[in-house]
């Protein structure tokens, strides 16, 4: 008996792999035969592990992945409906289509799916996909956070803090922060970090303030990079260091976060910790510039090029700089012979 079991179990697991093409057993997957053989099966599971393995592996191969996604999502697969809209999203496997990603993400949201009510919450607060509607925005947000979805949570915080979709709440934002930080949340961390710094919802605390900070930052996350580069530099809620200060901002410029290179600039401008540099700070605000998408950070920069050309004894170029400031942000920057006539007005002898 023991030998005719063995036989059969032998004989349907044979049967199983004849199941999968060769192809699919060449093809580099580290997933079980077993698993390959579910999925070539027709099981949701399988299918959508398929549709993951095919994404986030090494060779990645978006097409395979939006297959088994789909045959998966097409039972209902709620994982799998949530991986096909962010599919849609990205134009992974398939075209661009904001309003395919918004119907899928509502399909796994109406499973009761966390991530992709989430999802499906900042479809509706960007009018990504749908017509625009905050009150559904925080609705989705809220179910999802009932769940303790961390992006939820801060999402939700963020409705509270500004008033999106209810009425503005800093006690909640900071408590929704609080459990999104404590699952990780670098985004979150940073924030509650900030209630700290300024008292919104919570009481002062600095010294929690920078330990959150910190934390986020230490988690790549730009903002807070920033943020603590800062706090070294002025010597705020820690011990000046400015090597340290100057790590920071670096490592917050790798991530692209553009004020960052500003920050550089003043200091190699200023020399505050290292050799006066004028052509180091130029470097570092035509890096910004050459990076950089929003209009009002881009007149931000363009206004310190043009101060950084002023020191030089470059009139004419900060005036082009000044321009284009003002061009793109005029409520903000005055026109550049404003600019240049209250500079001279202020350091008469500063250029000849």
Not at 152 to 158: C, D, F, K, S, W
Not at 226 to 240: D, I, K, S, W
Not at 293 to 321: C, V, W
Not at 328 to 337: G, I, M
Request: hydrophobic share 35%; aromatic share 14%.
């Amino acid at each position: 008996m023991k030998s005719t079991f063995s036989i059969r179990k032998y004989t349907s697991l044979l049967l199983s792999l004849l199941c999968i093409p060769l192809s699919a057993l060449a093809d580099g997957s580290s997933l079980s035969s077993k698993t390959l053989s579910d999925a070539w099966s027709g099981k949701a599971d399988a299918q959508y592990e398929l549709g993951q393995d095919n994404e986030t592996r090494e060779d990645t191969d978006y097409d395979k992945a939006f297959e088994w996604y789909s045959k998966a999502a097409q039972q209902n697969h709620a994982q799998a409906q949530c991986a096909i809209g962010y599919c849609y999203m990205f134009a992974r496997g398939c075209d661009y289509s904001p309003s395919k990603a918004a119907e899928w993400f509502e399909k796994a949201a109406q499973q009761e799916f966390a991530p992709a009510q989430s999802a499906l919450g900042r479809c509706y607060a960007n009018g990504f996909g749908v017509k625009k509607d905050l009150k559904k925005a925080f609705y989705w947000q809220e179910k999802a956070a009932s769940y303790g979805e961390k992006d939820a949570q801060r999402e939700l915080g963020i409705y509270y803090a500004n008033g999106i979709g209810t009425q503005p709440d800093q006690a909640k934002a900071a408590q929704l922060y609080r459990q999104a930080s404590e699952q990780g949340d670098a985004d979150a961390s940073y924030r509650l970090g900030l209630c700290y710094f300024s008292g919104n919802g919570i009481g002062i605390d600095s010294i929690k303030g920078i330990q959150l900070i910190r934390k986020s930052a230490e988690n790549d996350y730009a903002p807070a990079q920033y943020m603590l580069a800062r706090c070294l530099l002025f010597g705020q809620a820690t011990e000046r260091d400015l090597s340290q200060a100057r790590r920071w901002y670096k490592k917050a410029a790798d991530l692209g976060y553009n004020l960052a290179l500003n920050d550089l600039a003043y200091i190699y401008a200023d020399g505050i910790g290292v050799t006066s540099s004028l052509n180091q700070a130029q470097k570092y605000i035509d890096q910004a510039i050459d990076s950089e998408t929003n209009p009002h950070l881009l007149a931000n920069f363009f206004d310190s090029k043009g101060e950084f050309y002023i020191r030089q004894r470059e009139p004419q170029n900060a005036f082009l700089m000044y321009k284009h400031a003002q061009h793109l942000w005029p409520d903000v920057y005055d026109d550049a012979e404003t600019e240049l006539s209250r500079y001279f007005a202020d350091s008469p002898d500063s250029v000849p």
